[in-house]
């Protein structure tokens, strides 16, 4: 059985974005006819390869999102929003909705926070334009950058009723969300400088 890994998205771009990103969710929300992996999909993509019974074909969602599965999990606030996955971050999913929103916003970032239910990985994403020399000029393009680390949960070896449980928890939950955003700010400086294109991401 697959690990399930939690994504919180935040999209910064202009309201057209916002509403655009938005537009997406309430997508996902108002299907109520299929399943809440075939609900995501169809809702960001136009392209999803379905069974007979409208399930998502596995081979599409390497493909087109970089994991098995995903879903909505919660909505968080204007163009903020949670998903899992199976396994893996979906990166290619988190590029194809950077390709949605860059032509409403060049400047637009998206910055991603990422945990596996065991915190292996425990991890940070971010993409963003980039403006370097081609053959023709300036050109404008997405890069992304990832960090990553694993985390040990101390309660896994306590009792639930140690009197000690209830504070180590929110103490370690404490330092993952420290941890993801030392990652993130890595992750912003480096995709300044070695940021991959997208063409180099598995």
């Known amino acids: 059985m697959a690990n399930n890994l939690k994504s919180f998205v935040e999209v910064k771009g202009n309201e057209k974005v916002v509403k655009l990103i938005d537009s997406f969710i309430d997508k996902v929300n108002g299907n ?16 999803v390869d379905l069974t007979e019974d409208r399930g998502v074909l596995n081979t599409w969602s390497y493909d087109k999102l970089g994991s098995k599965w995903t879903t909505l999990y919660d909505v968080i606030d204007q163009g903020a929003f949670s998903i899992e996955s199976a396994w893996y971050p979906p990166k ?14 060049n400047e637009v970032v998206i910055e991603v926070k990422y945990e596996d239910e065991t915190f292996d990985p425990v991890g940070a994403l971010v993409i963003k334009t980039l403006t370097h020399e081609g053959d023709e000029g300036e050109v404008s393009e997405g890069r992304l950058w990832v960090e990553e680390t694993e985390m040990e949960d101390p309660t896994v070896d306590m009792d639930w ?25 890595q992750c912003m400086e480096m995709v300044e400088t070695d940021g991959l294109s997208f063409e180099d991401v598995d």
């Open 32 to 47: 109520e006819s299929d399943s809440p992996i075939t609900a995501f999909a169809t809702a960001f993509y136009d392209d």
């Open 92 to 105: 290619k999913f988190f590029i194809h909705l950077y390709n949605l929103c860059f032509p409403l916003d």
């Open 161 to 185: 009723d140690h009197e000690d449980y209830d504070q180590t928890q929110m103490d370690f939950y404490d330092s993952v969300a420290e941890t993801q955003d030392n990652l993130l700010s």
